[in-house]
Each structure stands twice: as structure tokens, then as C-alpha cells.
């Protein structure tokens, strides 16, 4: 690729240009780190809106740098937030498991609970229900969750808060 001096990314011409260049390259660089095709395509499409909407703010010549790097940490997201669903229902199930020796009206209550907890925990906004999840279920610290979410510790205590006053809420005094 040749550099030109004074090239904008925001010049349409120059754009579709700089797509068709890079789209399937990038495309393929998701599909070896991420492994799937769909998610891929997904996730060039999606870097390739956020350099549109930035491109008065990059340079020609870093471009495709902003490119890459964006479609890896949507990619990263993805896969942060499909660990936290995917842990989630897993550690719910095992909650629900346990109860074999209690009368079968206690069994029913419990699978109710759990029903209504699990649609309340499903309902919070993501945020919410992610530093939930990593901190009463997983028992992360609010800044072990702050250092892997990349905000601050307060931050952090506000969506808890939020998530805990929502949760007491939807329960009520069940």
C-alpha cells in the first residue's frame, strides 16, 4: 500500500477504497483469532461503522492499525460477555440441583425462586448484570472486576448498587 500525504478516511471514494482493501483481510484475521465465520463478518462490519463515525480523528496512515484494534476488542467484549451468560447459567443450574431431600412443596418454591431470580438477573441491563454475576456469584472483588472491565472501582459500586436495588426490588420479600 502506498502512503499519500493529505488522505482522509472521511472521503468517501477513499473509503470504499480502503474497505475493499482490508474488509477480507481483517475478516480473516477475526475468523483465525475468534473462530467463527459469522462473529467475523459481524465484527468487520461493526469496525468498520466505528471508523466511519472517527474518521475525522485518524490519520490516513493509522488507519488500518484503528481498524484491527477496534475489531479485536469488540471481539474480546463478545467473548468477555458470552463467558459471564455462560458461567452464569451454569452456576444457577448447579444451585437448582441441590435440593433432593426437602418436601416437595419446599422443591416447588425453590425452582420458583430460582425461575424468578434467574428472569431478574436475565433482565438487568448488561453492565449490571455482568458485575452482578462477577461479584456475587464468582466473588470478584469491585476492583478485580474495575482492573477486567476497565473502569473505576466506583463505577463499579454504582452498577452494583444499581444492580443490587433492581434485584431487591424485582423480589420483593419472597
Request: proline fraction near 1%.
Amino acid at each position: 500500500m502506498k502512503v499519500i500525504q493529505n488522505k482522509s478516511i472521511c472521503e468517501e471514494n477513499t473509503f470504499q477504497s480502503f474497505f475493499m482493501e482490508h474488509s477480507l483481510g481483517l475478516r480473516n484475521f477475526l475468523i483465525a483469532k475468534f473462530g467463527n465465520k459469522d462473529e467475523a463478518e459481524d465484527l468487520v462490519q461493526e469496525a468498520f461503522v466505528k471508523l466511519w463515525n472517527n474518521c475525522e480523528k485518524i490519520e490516513f496512515t493509522k488507519a488500518k492499525s484503528y481498524l484491527f484494534t477496534v475489531a479485536v476488542n469488540l471481539g474480546i467484549s463478545i467473548k468477555r460477555h458470552e463467558q459471564v451468560k455462560f458461567r452464569h447459567h451454569d452456576i444457577i443450574a448447579d444451585y437448582s440441583k441441590g435440593y433432593t431431600n426437602e418436601t416437595p412443596e419446599f422443591e416447588m418454591e425453590s425452582k420458583e425462586f430460582m425461575d424468578k431470580f434467574k428472569a431478574v438477573i436475565a433482565s438487568l441491563p448488561e453492565r449490571q448484570r455482568e458485575v452482578f454475576l462477577l461479584s456475587r456469584i464468582e466473588k470478584k472483588t469491585y476492583r478485580e472486576i474495575a482492573e477486567v472491565s476497565g473502569v473505576s472501582v466506583k463505577a463499579i459500586e454504582k452498577l452494583m448498587g444499581k444492580a443490587l436495588k433492581r434485584v431487591r426490588q424485582d423480589l420483593g420479600n419472597i
